[in-house]
């Protein structure tokens, strides 16, 4: 089974505070995302990795950035929180190619104070 | 343009119900991929099944079955006999074939309760 793990599952942080979240796959998959769900919004993805140090912006990139030194581990980095930026995170893994499902983790629901 | 479409945003229904979640989708690709996720409270989305469309076959896994029509450009969800553990968000994607695989394409979800 593929399995995809998540630093934490609950963080509360300060505004203004440099925010890492973890995410390792175990499925040697070329393809790694972050996306952040709120209500009424749904799914967004922030970036995308395809490959090892290879990075995409998604919708949403502005106040993130990311981190891809290994290909099991892809980092999201929150440079300055903010309160905006209040929410859940969701990692997800896929192999390469655009027929493949994406495998996602348990989500970290940050909190910014 | 690619959109998928989930019209319903919340279904309750009694326990051993049957119950039908609608997608109905957009795209100018001739060969897509079509998801269902699920997402429980406890957060994590659950891949359930990916369809491709030059398959129209109707798949079932147990009590859950989907029902594939390219006429109509549907790609609906039923839960036969409904149990409260399936009680959670449905999420139905689509990616075209040549599009990045980032650009994976969400429903709204549909929250369904299953009241015992």
């Known amino acids: 089974d593929v399995k995809v793990t998540q630093s934490s599952r609950y963080l509360v942080k300060r505004t203004g505070e440099k925010v890492f979240l973890e995410c390792v796959q175990d499925m040697d998959h070329e393809n790694m995302f972050w996306y952040r769900q709120d209500p009424g919004l749904g799914l967004r993805l922030i970036y995308f990795?395809?490959?090892?140090?290879?990075?995409e912006k998604g919708d949403i990139p502005e106040g993130y950035s990311v981190s891809r030194e290994k290909k099991e581990r892809f980092s999201l980095i929150l440079e300055s929180a903010s309160t905006n930026q209040t929410s859940m995170y969701l990692c997800a893994s896929s192999a390469g190619g655009s027929s493949y499902e994406q495998y996602f983790g348990p989500g970290t629901r940050l909190t910014v104070t | 343009a690619q959109k998928v479409t989930q019209a319903q945003t919340e279904i309750s229904v009694v326990e051993k119900e049957d119950v039908t979640l609608d997608c109905v989708y957009e795209t100018r690709d001739t060969t897509y991929y079509l998801f269902w996720y699920k997402q429980p409270p406890s957060g994590e989305l659950v891949f359930l099944i990916r369809r491709n469309s030059f398959d129209e076959q109707n798949e079932i896994s147990g009590r859950y079955s989907w029902n594939f029509q390219k006429s109509t450009s549907s790609f609906n969800f039923t839960i036969t006999a409904s149990q409260v553990v399936d009680s959670a968000v449905y999420f139905c994607a689509l990616r075209g074939r040549y599009s990045s695989a980032s650009k994976i394409i969400f429903g709204s979800g549909t929250r369904l309760s299953i009241r015992p």
């Open positions: 990795s395809y490959d090892v140090k290879m990075k």
